[in-house]
């Protein structure tokens, strides 16, 4: 089993930015790679960014060039979140991938007022 805690969500006016933290206990060794997914009311949850153990990333296109997703080492990953826009209100969680389950975070909400 894995546990993720996400932080660092918080309410910024556009152009702002914040820096979202999620920290992983348990069994991190079977983790290989780590994600960021956004849910916006009366939407569906959707990806935000992944990075894999080796540091290979992917990005949504509406976040490219704004957000850095990185992993200071098995159990602490980031999303640094600049440029904000209104639009990138939501609630954020953590993802982790292990060999066979797929763990979640219970959310951090970002809101990003105009």
């Known amino acids: 089993q894995v546990q993720l805690v996400e932080s660092g969500g918080g309410l910024v006016q556009a152009e702002g930015s914040l820096r979202l933290s999620c920290a992983a206990s348990?069994?991190?060794?079977?983790?290989?790679?780590m994600g960021w997914y956004r849910q916006a009311p009366g939407k569906q949850r959707e990806l935000v960014a992944t990075i894999t153990s080796g540091s290979i990333t992917t990005y949504a296109d509406s976040v490219k060039g704004r957000f850095t997703i990185s992993r200071a080492n098995a159990r602490n990953m980031y999303l640094q979140m600049n440029s904000l826009k209104p639009e990138d209100t939501a609630v954020y969680y953590c993802n982790a991938l292990g060999r066979s389950s797929s763990y979640w975070g219970q959310g951090t909400q970002v809101t990003v007022s105009s």
């Open positions: 348990g069994n991190i060794f079977s983790i290989n790679t």
